[in-house]
DNA sequence: CAATATACCGACCGAACGGTATGAATAGGC
DNA sequence: GCCTATTCATACCGTTCGGTCGGTATATTG
């Protein structure tokens, strides 16, 4: 079982290069404009060693999806938007974390699940469900936020804990389809302002104080 | 300038034909992954004929987005939603329109433009551009109503119809990624049941009025 | 009725595609 | 110190890709 050798020591982590040029490459794009040629070129390994890890291109594409969703949900949970002690906050402050993290390139800020999800969905249902899990798990851990911020406010009827997280991430989800169609980060920002807008008139929380 | 044979008098509308194919086929599998022969062999035409009448397969993108502008376009103007007097029924009348004509194949109701524009964003700045002047100028259609709803209520500041009008397609973008990631189609109509929430909550407009 | 332009047809091209077969290097278990 | 499993490297395969090219049929123009 070798992989770091004496010469070499950043042998063996040619899955791991793999899966970082599969996330990059593919938020730039597209799962299938990206060829396994070119993410051998981008992780500097030889076709054998991509098929030795991966059975297929597809196969790639899961394993891509499930990197992605665990080292998201890492990032997400060391962000500092868990901080406030009321729970309507944090989920406004999590609104506010993620239009922060919006930069000029949309590879850089776009959601790999997303795209593929987009692209695959009807040809690939491995790669769907995988990049739907990814999603959802993310989604989910909003919920308790938003359960606590309605039952300190006596909300409940219309619509749930569960919906309203799940449309977070539509939300977001469209501000990146926009940004690129027409080419312009500030339109992902825009619409993160509605979504936390909506957030406030639903709980009742008045907007002045609204962190810039 | 033959077109129309004797014989075969559907002769002629082999262009008409491919960017028909072209919006069922990359709605359905994505830009990348159709081929020119995909294309030819669903509008049953040759290879001859697709170089004729478009350069390339990106110049085949750019006008398939320009058809989905044109047709769309029209679609929506003839759309029953602009019957109400009162222009905030209009716009939720539009919403509740959009959620009425989703189905339950993603193939059938997602958008040609942002499906594309996703896609296309960083490799293909002809399509990426077509598909933004697609959505913005259908967002531009939502403008005149929006801006009359604020007027009639006095509402100004934070946030312009523009900017409104172009959530409301970010919100409609979204929906369609969840909604293939999730592979249900009711996500999408969730997510528009929220997109009326807020537009009611903006402009303090009551829910219990809601067409169902 | 010849000239011309349009609308196609279908064989073909080189490059790139996803995937495979074989084998070398290495390190841990015994 | 040998065996075995793992991690790659290299060369190659058949197919499909976007695109080209010579040719034909038809309708319009003068």
């Known amino acids: 079982m070798p992989r770091p050798t004496k010469n070499e020591p950043e042998r063996g982590d040619a899955r791991t290069r793999l899966l970082e ?20 070129r981008a992780a500097a390994v030889t076709k054998g060693a991509f098929f030795h890890h991966f059975g ?33 906050d ?3 402050a999590y609104i506010a974390f993620r239009k922060s ?5 949309p590879a850089e800020f776009s959601c790999l699940a997303g795209t593929m999800a987009q692209e695959v969905h009807a040809s690939s249902p491995a ?3 995988a990049c739907g899990r990814s999603l959802f798990r993310h989604a989910a851990t909003l919920e308790a936020d938003i359960e606590e911020a309605m039952r300190d406010r006596g909300l409940s009827g219309e619509w749930t804990a569960a919906s309203l997280a799940r449309h977070t991430q539509t939300v977001i989800q469209g501000a990146f389809v926009i940004a690129k169609a027409g080419n312009d980060p500030a339109l992902a920002r825009e619409s993160l302002d509605h979504l936390d807008r909506y957030m ?13």
Do not use: M, N
């Not at 040029?21 to 051998?40: E, N, P, Q, Y």
């Not at 993290?101 to 390139?105: A, E, L």
């Open 90 to 92: 944090r989920v406004l």
């Open 21 to 40: 040029a599969a996330r990059d490459t593919i938020r730039a794009k597209g799962f299938a404009a990206t060829s396994v040629d070119d993410l051998c």
């Open 101 to 105: 993290i919006i930069t000029d390139d």
């Open 56 to 88: 297929s291109k597809d196969a790639l594409g899961v394993a891509a999806a499930e990197h992605w969703s665990e080292t998201t949900s890492a990032f997400f949970a060391g962000a500092p938007y868990h901080a406030p002690d009321d729970p309507l």
């Open 200 to 212: 406030r008139l639903l709980f009742g929380r008045a907007a002045e104080d609204r962190a810039q």
């Open 127 to 129: 790669i769907r469900d």
